[in-house]
């Protein structure tokens, strides 16, 4: 059974940092990603990364945050900087695989204070 174990959430300051991160078992994935759900919000893109590295970025998320990945590992990672209380959510690990099986992790919480 495929597993993305995430790891990296908490609870910093505006304008501190966070690192995500989110592995993957047994799977060859194509395109890894984060999501987060704000409280009483729909789940939104927050970025994505492809097996080749090209990445995609919602617009709240450009310039602040980047993704990464390991193939190696089959990890992704979300480095978050300059974090503002709107990014406050449930931050969840998307995978789909080679065969477009779609895969979410458990969620790790990200809470920014003012």
């Known amino acids: 059974q495929v597993q993305l174990v995430e790891s990296g959430g908490g609870l910093v300051q505006a304008g501190g940092s966070l690192r995500l991160s989110c592995a993957a078992s047994r799977i060859i994935l194509s395109i890894m990603g984060w999501y987060r759900q704000a409280p009483g919000k729909q789940r939104e893109l927050v970025a994505t990364?492809?097996?080749?590295?090209?990445?995609n970025y919602a617009d709240s998320a450009k310039g602040r945050f980047t993704i990464s990945r390991d193939n190696a590992k089959n990890t992704v990672y979300l480095q978050m900087n300059s974090l503002k209380p709107e990014d406050t959510g449930v931050y969840y690990c998307?995978?789909?695989?080679?065969?477009?099986?779609?895969?979410w992790g458990q969620g790790t919480q990200v809470t920014v204070s003012s």
């Open positions: 998307n995978a789909i695989s080679i065969v477009s099986s779609e895969y």
């Open positions: 990364v492809t097996s080749g590295g090209r990445t």
